[in-house]
């Protein structure tokens, strides 16, 4: 098992920034992938960026040239800073792990951005 908790969150003015963050505990040599999602209101979940325990990324189109990604192995923490905030971006961020063939998800953390 993999325990995923998210920080960071919070409400933000178009423009503004955010760093969220996630540490994974419980059995987590092998983490394969860390990345986070997203799930607005009456929205479907959706990828925000992912990191594989290589270095290598992947970030939605919406993401790209504002949010970046990194991955500290040896803390077991994925981050996500968030620049030039929309209020589209608003939703619940979560925190998301691929370990083994399974995924494990954190609680998430609200991101609120006003325009």
């Known amino acids: 098992q993999v325990q995923l908790v998210e920080s960071g969150g919070g409400l933000v003015q178009a423009g503004g920034s955010l760093r969220l963050s996630c540490v994974a505990s419980?059995?987590?040599?092998?983490?394969?992938?860390m990345g986070w999602y997203r799930q607005a209101p009456g929205k479907q979940r959706e990828l925000v960026a992912v990191?594989?325990?290589?270095?290598?990324?992947n970030y939605a189109d919406s993401a790209k040239g504002r949010f970046t990604i990194s991955r500290d192995n040896a803390k077991n923490t994925v981050s996500l800073q968030m620049n030039s905030l929309k209020p589209e971006d608003t939703a619940a961020y979560f925190c998301y792990a691929q370990r083994g063939g399974i995924s494990y998800w954190g609680q998430g953390t609200q991101v609120t951005v006003a325009s």
């Open positions: 419980g059995s987590i040599f092998n983490i394969k992938v």
């Open positions: 990191i594989s325990s290589g270095g290598d990324t």
